[in-house]
């Protein structure tokens, strides 16, 4: 049996070198993926409710009419958005041809489509009235 604490000299010695950590190839890759992984964890949801994809108050200064007009625009581009991605799910690269070319326009739509919502709303305006002949 050791007496004293002569046996714990090696954790205080200021001589000793800090004990280094290695990962092995598992261990890295864990890593990477959890670092990866974590940057996304607010989700992209939260990027599109930033602001990121329309400007606040750029309908403002647009009459009723035109903001139905418009909304109705964003719509049917919203859907023809989403046939052109239903179109690309069919081949192989589809997911990522929807990633990288369409997700963007999606969500300009999408977030178009919102705002204008938005503006209707604070306008009291009726979306389901007719368009105006011009």
């Known amino acids: 049996m050791v007496r004293g604490l002569s046996h714990l000299s090696h954790i205080c010695n200021p001589h000793r070198g800090k004990p280094r950590i290695r990962l092995g190839a598992p261990g890295l890759v864990t890593a990477i993926l959890c670092a990866t992984l974590g940057s996304c964890s607010g989700?992209?949801?939260?990027?599109?409710?930033?602001?990121?994809?329309?400007?606040?108050?750029?309908?403002?200064y647009i009459k009723c009419p035109d903001i139905a007009a418009r909304?109705?625009?964003?719509?049917?581009?919203?859907?023809?958005?989403?046939?052109?991605?239903?179109?690309?799910?069919?081949?192989?690269?589809?997911?990522?041809?929807?990633?990288?070319?369409?997700?963007?326009?999606?969500?300009?739509?999408?977030?178009?489509?919102?705002?204008l919502r938005q503006t209707a709303r604070e306008k009291n305006c009726d979306l389901t009235a007719p368009p105006a002949k011009k």
């Open 71 to 115: 909304l109705r625009n964003a719509i049917a581009q919203q859907k023809s958005i989403e046939k052109y991605m239903e179109r690309a799910d069919q081949e192989a690269a589809g997911p990522f041809i929807n990633f990288t070319v369409y997700g963007a326009q999606l969500e300009q739509a999408r977030a178009d489509e919102a705002l």
């Open 43 to 60: 989700g992209f949801q939260s990027v599109y409710n930033t602001g990121l994809w329309v400007q606040p108050g750029k309908y403002d």
